[in-house]
């Protein structure tokens, strides 16, 4: 992970565990899930729109080892995220029945 991203994820974390604070729901393990995988998605998506894709897109067709390249990181940065995800659901599907609840 570059720099950038775990800088974007130390300043997003807090942020997000305060919403789910405010929300009532920042005193479990799924809050603390939700903080650092929702941060850790949003930081690579960030790098791959702002990054990654813009490579690729500018790169003459004839650097196809430096396409190779960029293509191999968009490709991990895809797998951590498909982890990330996978790790979120179920604190994702706790929060929702948590606001749920409050609702009904």
Avoid: C, W
């Avoid at 479990?28 to 791959?48: G, K």
């Amino acid at each position: 992970m570059a720099d950038s991203e775990t800088e974007y994820i130390v300043e997003l974390q807090p942020r997000i565990a305060q919403r789910l604070d405010e929300l009532g729901f920042g005193a479990n393990a799924h809050a603390l899930v939700l903080a650092h995988s929702l941060a850790e998605i949003a930081s690579r998506s960030r790098t791959l729109d702002q990054q990654a894709l813009p490579l690729f897109l500018s790169l003459d067709s004839q650097h196809r080892r430096s396409l190779a390249e960029v293509t191999v990181a968009s490709k991990n940065h895809l797998d951590a995220m498909q982890d990330a995800i996978a790790d979120v659901r179920p604190s994702l599907n706790a929060l929702i029945d948590f606001l749920a609840r409050e609702d009904g």
